[in-house]
């Protein structure tokens, strides 16, 4: 298939909006007019690739383009059509490698990857997006918690799924029940297809933000790897729906966002049980009382 890459940069961002979290925005924003891979490994450019065929006539990605996503966001970009290329060999070769979480207790991998059969768990992923493959900090630091603990018949919430890589690993794990909720549509199909390809069954996914939670049955493990000020914003609702004596795995911020995050939960009654990070990274477990 014929493929087309958008190089986007940042010409003017807020100085409140990290770079990574403003390309995560892109990218889910982009997927939703039928882009399908992305890349920002220089962390200075997003590499967003689309079919050519979806590009004439497409009115939707064109005024994506010409909006600003954001106010105080101000993006350029440039495109440049593919060579005619096996593009899983390029994801092979180029973007996304298998990667080992926790003392070798299990192996994330595409399809188009070879399997281990040393390592206890696997989780496959078709990695329609660069972001939620196992291979950024946070992800990895939530996996390795999840490995490290018995979830053995325990009720889980996955907020801001992704690819649904941690609810996968948690079902792996044990857990009785899995929902799953992200705010994008593409997610939606997509760890639907990852539970099937790693053989295991997701009970509820649900499109939509943490309003959802409203009237569910209390879960014993809420997994939160978004960002600081929306963790902030929604962490009463996930109190809500914490049953007694749950645990709440937080991440996707720096280590200078902690103290924030603890003193929000000591609010709620939630008390600080184990806090690592991982290159600035941080994830914090908290746990209802």
């Known amino acids: 298939m014929q493929y087309t890459c958008y190089t986007l940069s940042v010409v003017r961002r807020p100085e409140t909006l990290e770079t990574e979290v403003l390309f995560d925005l892109l990218a889910s924003e982009l997927a939703s007019v039928g882009f399908d891979s992305f890349d920002s490994q220089d962390g200075e450019h997003l590499l967003a690739y689309i079919p050519t065929e979806l590009i004439e006539g497409n009115e939707a990605l064109t005024e994506l383009l010409s909006t600003p996503i954001l106010e105080g966001v101000e993006l350029s970009y440039s495109s440049e059509q593919m060579p005619d ?44 997006m660069a972001f939620g493959t196992g291979n950024h900090e946070t992800t990895a630091l939530v996996g390795s918690w999840l490995l490290e603990h018995d979830l053995t018949g325990l009720r889980v919430l996955d907020m801001g799924c992704g690819t649904g890589i941690l609810g996968i690993i948690a079902l792996k794990r044990g857990a009785r029940h899995l929902t799953a909720i992200d705010i994008d549509p593409w997610a939606y199909d997509n760890v ?73 939960g000591a609010e709620l009654g939630l008390s600080l049980i184990s806090q690592r990070s991982r290159q600035r990274w941080t994830s914090l477990e908290l746990q209802l009382a």
């Open 192 to 264: 639907q297809e990852n539970a099937q390809l790693s053989g295991v069954t997701i009970q509820e996914m649900i499109c939509g933000d943490a309003s959802s939670l409203e009237g569910k049955a209390p879960y014993d493990l809420i997994l939160a790897n978004i960002t600081r000020n929306i963790l902030l914003e929604d962490m009463p609702r996930y109190r809500a729906v914490m049953a007694p004596g749950a645990r709440l795995v937080l991440s996707g911020f720096y280590e200078e966002d902690a103290p924030q995050l603890i003193a929000r």
């Open 85 to 128: 290329i096996n593009w899983n060999e390029e994801w092979e070769k180029h973007y996304f490698q298998p990667i080992v979480l926790g003392e070798e207790a299990c192996l994330v991998r595409a399809p188009f990857h070879a399997p281990r059969p040393e390592i206890p768990l696997e989780v496959i992923i078709e990695p329609k």
